[in-house]
């Protein structure tokens, strides 16, 4: 009876954060700190929310066969949006950034540390996170209020409730003349239905980088 009331309670509470939450979403910077800051710009098909900045040029992207995967670097400028993440789990989405997207690249690209032409190298900037919210973010799953405002982000690729995201920048260059090809700052994050997703708290910011990573290599085609 005492984990049945103390559940109620907690999913009272998610279903009174729902509006919080969709008002309080953290909206990317375009980060001065990154190299391409200055070519950033508002995107116009940023129909999910998910790349508010981008930048591109004309690229046939099938000449290219090889892919420098430089380290993933952890922002630290003033206008970072990690609020108050440890150190400890900001280094650990760095090192899984590291193994998701250089995994989801392997298939398309010979992996390589050597500058050559046909070659692409790409450089992830960690930029901000949150966390799930420990214990609501898989209570509001099963809430009934917290269910349909769910669907409805899950119908849209939108956000849902108390569940973590994760935003980083990517840069794309030609590695023999060094050229900007493309950039752009993206947020990630799982759709509202994902369970596993909600547990632990990076989980959905890992599920977000996962969803990155696909993204980027079917950019990269």
Do not use: H
Not at 78 to 98: E, H, P, R, V
Not at 123 to 131: H, Q
Not at 145 to 169: K, M
Not at 191 to 198: D, E, M, N, T, V
Request: positive net charge; contains cysteine; charged residues 20%.
């Amino acid at each position: 009876m005492y984990i049945s009331v103390k559940a109620s309670r907690l999913a009272t509470i998610a279903v009174s954060c729902i509006a919080l939450t969709a008002c309080s979403t953290t909206q990317p910077n375009s980060y001065s700190g990154i190299s391409s800051s200055s070519k950033l710009m508002p995107n116009q098909n940023n129909d999910t929310g998910r790349v508010p900045y981008s930048y591109s040029t004309s690229v046939e992207w099938r000449k290219y066969n090889a892919i420098i995967i430089d380290p993933v670097v952890v922002y630290r400028g003033a206008d970072q949006q990690f609020g108050d993440m440890t150190d400890k789990d900001k280094d650990a989405l760095a090192s899984y950034m590291q193994t998701k997207f250089t995994e989801k690249l392997a298939p398309r690209f010979t992996l390589t540390r050597n500058p050559a032409p046909n070659t692409l190298r790409l450089k992830l900037t960690l930029t901000g996170a949150e966390t799930n919210t420990p214990v609501l973010a898989t209570l509001s799953r099963f809430d009934i209020f917290a269910g349909i405002y769910n669907g409805v982000q899950n119908a849209r690729d939108r956000e849902g409730t108390l569940t973590g995201s994760v935003i980083y920048a990517v840069e794309v260059y030609d590695v023999t003349s060094d050229r900007l090809l493309s950039a752009f700052v993206t947020k990630q994050y799982p759709r509202p239905w994902s369970l596993g997703a909600s547990m632990g708290s990076l989980a959905a910011s890992k599920a977000g980088i996962e969803k990155g990573a696909d993204a980027l290599a079917d950019q990269l085609k």
